[in-house]
């Protein structure tokens, strides 16, 4: 009988539920893993500040749900593995190799811009390089996509399993049915990730759906369901580990909710202050930030020290403050090129 696995939702931790070591990490993975969050916490936090600069258009931040992205994505494997990423997959695309250029690039609608020569809005990621596939704006619709994806590469007799993420809204959408029902019913390998951050732009969890977990779907399916803690990057990476070997053996797709919290307005156009409270949000702020966590288990547990940890953040911020000014100088695409790739040519 297939059952919900629950992982670190028991009680609210310091730091994590899981030992690095338990796990198969050593001390260099979780300062990497420390990196990248913080890595992906400046770019968005720096992006947001070029927004309201006037220097860019519109911008949709991840700020809160980094160690839901870093943890699946140190999972899996760039460059064998398959992506497709929701618009605040940040951590996502910096994880599997994309860099601070790359998507300032994209952030400034430059023509190099990797995901499509400025041809997308921003947070619509792709790159050819690191198989990560091109997003589209109506939500869920990459979850149906990606099980095509798996199961292809499971008749090439890839060793491939491919990433697909969404939020706890989109799951209410008929892609999702569709796209559980197809890789459950033909075990494509696919990990399907809801970055459950409790709102739907506006509306809370309560009045989207009538079930506590997202994840207790994937009984209906007959696949693995489970419920991790998001804001702890070591327990999400075991879940994710676990269902990508699962993948591996063969043994089809498992279906990962990952409670997690979005600190930050839905997008640069819209005002949180009238559908949550600043008590909710300053929780997740303070101690139930993820990189909060995530550097309470490294100093608890000898890993690094605080000076030590200070020199990485301020690394992560010099780096992406070189990547903005950068993009910026950069050429911006010519009107002739507009419809390249677009439309078909004669």
Known sequence: MIEIERVGMDEVVAGSH???EAVGLTREDVLELFRLMVLTRRLDERSEQ???????????SGRG????????AYAMEPGKDWFLPYY??????????????DLALALFAKKD?????????????GHRDYNV????????????????????????????????????????????????????????????????????????????????????????????????????????????????DRARRGEGPTLI???TYRIVPHSSDDDD???????????????????????TYILENELATDEELDHIDKEALAHVDEALDWAEQQPDPVAEEAALYVFAEA
């Open 18 to 20: 899981v030992n690095h």
């Open 65 to 72: 749900q980094e160690a839901t992205q870093i943890g699946c």
């Open 113 to 125: 811009d990797p995901a499509s020569g400025a041809r997308q809005m921003p947070a619509h990621f």
């Open 257 to 259: 909710e990952a409670k």
């Open 133 to 244: 596939f091109t997003s589209s704006s109506p939500v869920s619709t990459q979850i149906p996509q990606a099980a095509g994806i798996a199961y292809a590469s499971k008749l090439r007799g890839e060793d491939a399993v491919c990433y697909v993420a969404f939020g706890e809204g989109g799951s209410s959408k008929g892609d999702f049915h569709e796209g559980l029902n197809f890789a459950a019913i033909w075990k494509s390998p696919v990990i399907f990730l809801c970055q459950n951050n409790r709102y739907a732009i506006s509306v809370g969890q309560e009045k989207q759906m009538a079930v506590e977990d997202v994840a207790s779907r994937a009984i209906g399916y007959g696949m693995p369901g489970v419920v991790v803690d998001g804001q702890d990057v070591l327990a999400v990476y075991k879940v994710t580990k676990e269902a990508v």
């Open 88 to 101: 605040r997959d940040f951590g996502i695309m910096l994880a599997v190799g994309a860099t601070p250029r």
């Open 273 to 295: 202050r009238l559908y949550r409270t600043r008590e909710e949000v300053d929780t997740y702020r303070t101690s139930q930030d993820p990189i909060v966590r995530l550097r």
């Open 50 to 60: 070029v927004q309201r600069q006037g220097k860019t258009a519109f911008y949709i």
